[in-house]
């Protein structure tokens, strides 16, 4: 289990939100008010940072290191990307309220930047249209992930057809 601790040092991180598609579009003075919601991790490998099948809880952004996303079951984990610095994981179990599809484990010592599922409900109340902004953006990455899938589904050798026009 990660320990989480506020987010101090704004400079280090404002640099990275901007180019993360989780913050695409947004404005500084947004950035600015995402930025005291924000919190630090530090994860080690090996270790997990969710498991499938537990209830999400964050966002998380890779500040350092590398992050596996693995499928596990029957004894075997499939790995289904490997995210590095600025990339983003877990909003798809947070925004569709349903608990996590997959492992989250780090494959060397990883920074991670957290937003927290709290923090969106606080926002939602206070910047509707920030929170829209990220929503937006959370449903265009999931987008991308579901192509991602459809792709490495159809490239694998293990898929069997059950339809065929």
Same mark, same amino acid.
């Given at each position: 289990?990660?320990?989480?601790?506020?987010?101090?040092?704004?400079? =280090?991180?404002?640099?990275?939100?901007?180019?993360?598609?989780?913050?695409?579009?947004?404005?500084?003075?947004?950035?600015?008010?995402?930025? @005291?919601? &924000?919190? !630090?991790?530090?994860?080690?490998?090996?270790?997990?940072? %969710? =498991?499938?099948?537990?209830? @999400?809880?964050?966002?998380?952004?890779?500040?350092?290191?590398? +992050?596996?996303? &693995?499928?596990?079951?029957?004894?075997?984990? +499939?790995?289904?990307?490997?995210?590095?610095?600025?990339?983003?994981?877990?909003?798809?179990?947070?925004?569709?309220?349903?608990?996590?599809?997959?492992?989250?484990?780090?494959?060397?010592?990883?920074? +991670?930047?957290?937003?927290?599922?709290?923090? !969106?409900?606080?926002?939602?109340?206070?910047?509707?249209?920030?929170?829209?902004? &990220?929503?937006?953006?959370?449903? *265009?990455? !999931?987008? *991308?992930? &579901?192509?991602?899938?459809?792709? !490495?589904?159809?490239?694998?050798?293990?898929?069997?057809?059950? %339809?065929? @026009?």
């Amino acid at each position: 289990m990660i320990s989480f601790s506020p987010l101090t040092d704004f400079r =280090e991180v404002i640099s990275i939100l901007s180019h993360i598609s989780l913050f695409g579009g947004a404005t500084e003075p947004q950035l600015e008010q995402i930025l @005291p919601r &924000l919190q !630090m991790g530090v994860i080690e490998k090996g270790d997990a940072v %969710f =498991e499938k099948g537990q209830e @999400p809880s964050h966002i998380y952004i890779v500040k350092s290191g590398e +992050i596996e996303l &693995l499928i596990p079951g029957g004894g075997i984990a +499939i790995r289904k990307k490997s995210l590095g610095t600025g990339e983003c994981f877990g909003q798809v179990a947070v925004m569709s309220m349903q608990n996590h599809a997959v492992s989250a484990v780090a494959s060397e010592r990883s920074e +991670i930047i957290a937003l927290s599922r709290r923090a !969106m409900h606080q926002l939602r109340h206070e910047n509707i249209e920030l929170f829209a902004l &990220l929503m937006m953006n959370i449903a *265009r990455e !999931m987008a *991308r992930r &579901l192509k991602f899938t459809d792709e !490495m589904l159809l490239n694998s050798h293990q898929v069997e057809v059950v %339809f065929a @026009p």
